[in-house]
Nanobody, 120 residues
């Protein structure tokens, strides 16, 4: 059974930090690119950060560059998102995503999301 379980969300003041973690199971984690998305109320889901299966490539949305860092541990099958200098506009539900694409097959898994609220 495939599972992606996010944790680490919560309420934080502007300028603060949070570290989100996503624990994966039920699939061959090391083969999957991992991504963090977020969705704020009334807005579309947006890609925040991504990391390739071998951790060779990391990409970030312009709005979080220099503040957020994505990392993965293939041995522990986890992917983290370190969020620093948080702003009220970072408030959203954050989702973990696992994606595998080949010539013959594609797989796409999602977690249930974790709420991040940045407010004073």
């Amino acid at each position: 059974q495939v599972q992606l379980v996010e944790s680490g969300g919560g309420l934080v003041q502007p300028g603060g930090s949070l570290r989100l973690s996503c624990a994966a199971s039920g699939f061959q984690f090391s083969l999957y690119a991992m991504r963090w998305y977020r969705q704020a109320p009334g807005k579309e889901r947006e890609l925040v950060a991504s990391i390739s299966s071998g951790d060779f490539v990391r990409n970030y949305a312009e709005s979080v560059k220099g503040r957020f860092t994505i990392s993965r541990d293939n041995a522990k099958t986890t992917v983290d998102l370190q969020m620093n200098s948080l702003k009220p506009e970072d408030t959203a539900v954050y989702y973990c995503n696992a994606r595998y694409t080949s010539v013959v097959v594609s797989r796409d898994y999602w977690g249930q999301g974790t709420q991040v609220t940045v407010s004073s």
